[in-house]
């Protein structure tokens, strides 16, 4: 029987398919329940593991997904396996296809705001039954009460925030109270491949899990944050010895 939850260096994930928690998510959203997802990666698991205010923002969401696929191999080294990668980007488009047919409206806050207006036009576009009724560029700040001010009066069915981590957690967080029946997550840099300014790994990349070394040889300046992963790896080694 397969665990609701896996702990993998102190962050619990859900251990569910993509196509299980789109029908958790859709399901809360009929029943007009809201839900705080956090697509975490190994990055998000280590800048929890040292800051404690941020692990403590994980730790109130409804749901967090593996995104990311060193999240998969930490938890099957530490013998409690997740099912599959779940990434922010692929639940986020599954989510606008369902939120279309259920004619439901949308958020869509982050990026530069030539990336934002592209990415409008193409939700727009290619969900015509969905309405986007907000939209803003990412940068802001937090204590920006108009951006949140505005998403509050706009009332949407879905927020889907692309502002990097730990900003765009912390924004959803504080958006919760006043928006209980509201879906949010953060998606990252996931807006840049919705405008199209982007392009994904070929799919049969993305099968053998190799998106990550993709990204990396077209834009190598992401080096510094790749050289996480080895990290992440050791502490991951470090706690599954110490439980044996």
Same mark, same amino acid.
């Given at each position: 029987? $397969?665990?609701?939850? @896996? ?16 029908? %958790? ?17 190994? *990055?998000?698991?280590?800048?929890? #593991? *040292?800051? $404690?205010?941020?692990? +403590? ?6 749901? @967090? ?6 999240? =998969? ?10 099912? *599959? $990668? ?17 004619? /439901?409206?949308?958020?869509? %806050?982050?990026?530069? +705001? ?10 727009? #576009? +290619? ?19 108009? =951006?949140?001010?505005?998403? %509050? ?19 959803? /967080? ?19 491949? /919705?405008?199209?300014?982007? #392009? ?15 990204? /990396? ?21 470090? *706690?599954? #010895?110490? +439980?044996?």
């Amino acid at each position: 029987m $397969r665990m609701s939850r @896996v702990n993998v260096l102190g962050v619990d994930f859900d251990a569910y398919t993509q196509s299980e928690f789109i029908q %958790i998510f859709m399901n809360r959203l009929s029943q007009h329940q809201g839900s705080f997802v956090v697509t975490a990666n190994p *990055e998000i698991v280590m800048y929890a #593991k *040292e800051h $404690r205010d941020y692990a +403590q923002i994980l730790a109130e969401a409804d749901f @967090v997904t593996a995104d990311g696929i060193g999240v =998969v191999t930490g938890a099957q080294m530490l013998n409690t396996p997740l099912p *599959e $990668r779940v990434t922010g980007f692929d639940t986020m488009t599954a989510l606008l296809a369902q939120a279309n047919q259920a004619h /439901l409206t949308v958020a869509l %806050i982050g990026a530069k +705001q030539t990336v934002n207006d592209q990415a409008v036009a193409n939700v727009t #576009k +290619q969900y015509p039954n969905l309405t986007v009724v907000y939209a803003h560029d990412g940068y802001f700040g937090l204590d920006d009460q108009a =951006v949140s001010d505005a998403v %509050i009066a706009a009332q949407p069915d879905m927020i889907f925030a692309a502002l990097g981590f730990p900003k765009q957690e912390q924004f959803l /967080l504080a958006l919760k109270p006043h928006l209980p029946q509201a879906f949010m997550m953060g998606v990252g840099g996931s807006f840049d491949v /919705l405008a199209g300014a982007v #392009k994904r790994a070929p799919k049969w990349v993305q099968r053998v899990h190799m998106e990550w070394a993709y990204r /990396l040889v077209k834009n190598p300046s992401r080096l510094p944050r790749m050289l996480v992963l080895p990290r992440f790896l050791a502490a991951v080694r470090q *706690e599954a #010895k110490a +439980q044996s």
